[in-house]
Each structure stands twice: as structure tokens, then as C-alpha cells.
């Protein structure tokens, strides 16, 4: 490959991504989506104007990095803390549901596979792409119906954010158990190592940065630190203990995420991310998705996946919900919040896939589950929203 052809393909990704992202927003949906199709429509297996390659594969992994910390970043910890033990249950709940799910749903198809075999970690992994939750399409809808401040939504909020730590959590176990020279023992022992160190070199680092924040406040050297800070932990992450750069990376992104310039370091982040590195992540999802070998089986397998996770998501976070006192209005709505998949299940997917945990075809599934989740959640809630105003009428 010429050295010189990367720049047209960067040229055709950042035109097509962006032009499908803007009419994926049109149509209501999530810009994600239109850029996974753009990458699946000049992709090997359509137009074939772009070949994947491994500049581009590095380009996407800078990408889902940058993703995450940008996550980290956005966690509001004040707001996890108020909220306390209900959502923790919640995301636990909903984490634990789908996960089985989708182990149950891949072993149904494939067969029961043995405790500890390729096929069994296969089938666990199923279930981790399901447990993630993206509430970006729920915050909109809940803006829009002025709901977003309630005590539903906050605790589909602070749920989603819990939801998320304990996927990648569970992400970073399933990894460290496929590696065959891994025992459980020094996963364990590697993972609760890695927090800890996180812990303690955070701690530092955030007093560092609060006091050349309070020194130096909105100026470049603070979001560029950060980014560096962002690099490193997901660099330690894998070199040292094993656990995915993408945990290294969400945990710099929390690290940050209470200083007072946070917001200022995400939306520089967000430069880079937004015009080449998140179009060039999303569209290489598009561009490793194989459609060649598609057939009705596995068709049936996407649908029977789609809906195990909506409804697994509904069960789990609805069911303790209900629990936990909330009225069975309540509940189902916080279920159906919690339903929505995005950026998260993508990077996840894109993980199973560099540790041999997912095959290209199955992308289809996830790609899927996102669209549909991403169109059907709006409609669900407004539909159980207008139910209150009709109880309350009458």
C-alpha cells in the first residue's frame, strides 16, 4: 500500500462518515449509526473504496481511547455518590440480566460449551457487548418531555454511569480468562492491583492537576497534560497488569472528571475526536463488518440477539427497580431507558474482536441492536409518559 493513498482514504472516511452521520440525525436517529454505515458502505464488502489497514486500525484505536476518557470525564461523581445504593442495584441488576442472556442466547444457537473452553468465553462475551448501556437517546427524550431532572431520570442517569464501570469491569475479567498462560487467581489479583494503583497514582494526579488548574486555568497545557495522562494509563493498563487500555483510559477520564476545568479538557478532546479520530473508529466498525458470509442463521441469531438484550435490560434494571420501591410505572420506564445501546457496545465489540473473542459477521448483530434500541427507546417513553398524563387526567 502507497504511503500517499492513507490520505484518500481519510479523505473518503471523513466525507461519507460525516454526511451519513448528519442524515442518521435527521432521521432521528444517533450520528453513530450513519457513520457505521458510511464505513460498511465504502468497505470491502459494498463499494470497496477503502481497504482496512493497519494505519487505520491504529487511527481507530487512538480513537475508542479517546473515547472513553472522554466518558471518564463526563462521569459526574457527586451525582453517583447522592444517588448511592438504589442505582448501584439497578446497574447491577441490569448488568447481571443480559449477561446471562447473552450466554444463554449464544449457547442456545452453538451448543453448551464447557466451563473454561474457547466457546464458553465466546458465549460470556455475547453477554458483556449486551450489558452496556449508552443513555444518550434517553437524556434527549427526557429533555425533551422536561423529565430529565426527575427522580427517574437521575436515577437512569447515575444507573447508566454504574452500568458502565462495572461492564468493563466484567470485560476486563472475560479478557484476562481467555488468555490460556492466565489463571483466575492472577486475574483477579492483576485487576484489583491495577484499581489500586489507579487509586493511589490518582489521587496524586489529581492534586497535581487541581493545583496548576487553580494556577493556569483554561489554558492548553491543562488538556494537553491530560491527554498525555489519558496515553499512560491506558499504556500501564496493558503493559503492566493486563487490563484493557480502554479501562486505563476510562479511568484517567474519572480521575479528571472533578476538577474544574474538566469540561474545558472534553471539549478539546472533543476536537480531535469529532473531525477525524471518532469517524475513523465508527466507520472502521463498518469497514471490519463482513456481510459475505451473512446467512439466514445467523440473521435469526441478530434478531434472537436484539431482542434477548432489550429485554433483559427492561427485566433487569425494571425488576429492582420495582424492588426498591419504585411504582411498576416508574420501574418500566427506567427499564426501557436503560435499554438504549451506542459507543460503549461498539467498543466493546471492537475489543472481542483484537483478543479473537468476535468474528467480523457479528458485528451485524451489535450494529443492529444499536439501531434498533437507539429508535425504539424514544417512542417507548413517550408512550409511558403520555399514559401518566392520561391517569392524571382521569
Known amino acids: ?17 460525516k454526511l451519513f452521520g448528519i442524515l442518521a440525525r435527521k432521521c432521528k436517529a444517533p450520528q453513530v449509526v450513519g457513520e457505521i454505515i458510511a464505513g460498511l458502505l465504502i468497505g470491502p464488502s459494498l463499494l470497496g473504496l477503502v481497504q482496512q489497514s493497519d494505519f487505520l486500525t491504529r487511527m481507530a484505536e487512538i480513537g475508542v481511547v479517546l473515547l472513553m476518557f472522554s466518558a471518564g470525564l463526563e462521569t459526574n461523581l457527586k451525582e453517583l455518590m447522592k444517588t448511592g445504593p438504589v442505582a448501584l442495584l439497578i446497574a447491577c441488576s441490569g448488568v447481571f440480566v443480559p449477561l446471562l442472556g447473552g450466554a444463554l442466547l449464544y449457547m442456545g444457537f452453538y451448543g453448551m460449551a464447557p466451563w473454561g473452553s474457547e466457546e464458553f468465553y465466546k458465549a ?6 449486551m450489558t452496556a448501556t449508552s443513555v444518550s437517546i434517553t437524556v434527549q427524550s427526557l429533555k425533551e418531555m422536561g423529565k430529565l431532572k426527575g427522580k427517574v431520570g437521575t436515577t437512569i442517569l447515575s444507573a447508566a ?9 466484567v470485560l476486563t475479567f472475560v479478557i484476562g480468562f481467555k488468555n490460556p498462560q492466565s489463571n483466575p487467581g492472577s486475574v483477579v489479583l492483576s485487576t484489583v492491583l491495577f484499581f489500586i494503583m489507579a487509586l493511589v497514582v490518582g489521587f496524586i494526579v489529581f492534586k497535581v492537576f487541581k493545583k496548576l488548574d487553580e494556577r493556569y486555568p ?46 474545558y479538557i472534553d471539549r478539546k478532546m472533543e476536537v480531535s475526536s469529532y473531525i477525524i479520530f471518532g469517524p475513523v473508529f465508527f466507520a472502521s466498525i463498518g469497514l471490519k463488518t463482513s456481510i459475505d458470509n451473512v446467512s439466514a ?9 436484539v431482542i434477548v438484550a432489550l429485554i433483559t435490560k427492561i427485566v433487569g434494571c425494571g425488576l429492582m427497580a420495582r424492588l426498591c420501591r419504585f411504582r411498576f ?19 466493546v465489540a471492537q475489543k472481542g474482536l483484537s483478543v479473537g473473542l ?11 441492536l444499536i439501531i434498533v434500541s437507539s429508535i425504539s ?18
Do not use: N
Not at 1 to 12: P, V
Not at 124 to 129: D, N, Q, S, T
Not at 334 to 346: S, Y
Not at 358 to 368: G, H, K, R
Open 1 to 17: 500500500m502507497e504511503t500517499y493513498s492513507i490520505f484518500k482514504d481519510l479523505a473518503i472516511i471523513i466525507i461519507f462518515a
Open 124 to 129: 460470556v462475551f455475547m453477554g458483556v457487548i
Open 161 to 169: 454511569i454504574i452500568d458502565d464501570v462495572i461492564g468493563i469491569i
Open 218 to 263: 483554561h489554558t492548553q497545557r491543562i488538556p494537553i497534560l491530560g491527554l498525555a495522562l489519558c496515553f499512560f494509563f491506558a499504556y500501564a493498563a496493558e503493559k503492566y497488569f493486563g487490563i484493557a487500555d480502554i479501562t486505563g483510559a476510562y479511568v484517567a477520564g474519572i480521575v479528571l472528571c472533578s476538577i474544574r476545568d474538566s469540561s
Open 297 to 305: 442463521a445467523l440473521l435469526l441469531f441478530s434478531a434472537g440477539f
Open 329 to 347: 410505572q416508574d420501574s418500566l420506564k427506567i427499564g426501557v431507558g436503560m435499554m438504549t445501546r451506542g459507543e460503549v457496545a461498539l467498543i
Open 358 to 368: 468476535l468474528t467480523p459477521e457479528y458485528f451485524t448483530a451489535v450494529i443492529l
Open 377 to 394: 427507546t424514544p417512542i417507548l417513553l413517550k408512550l409511558l409518559y403520555s399514559k401518566d398524563k392520561e391517569t392524571a387526567a382521569a
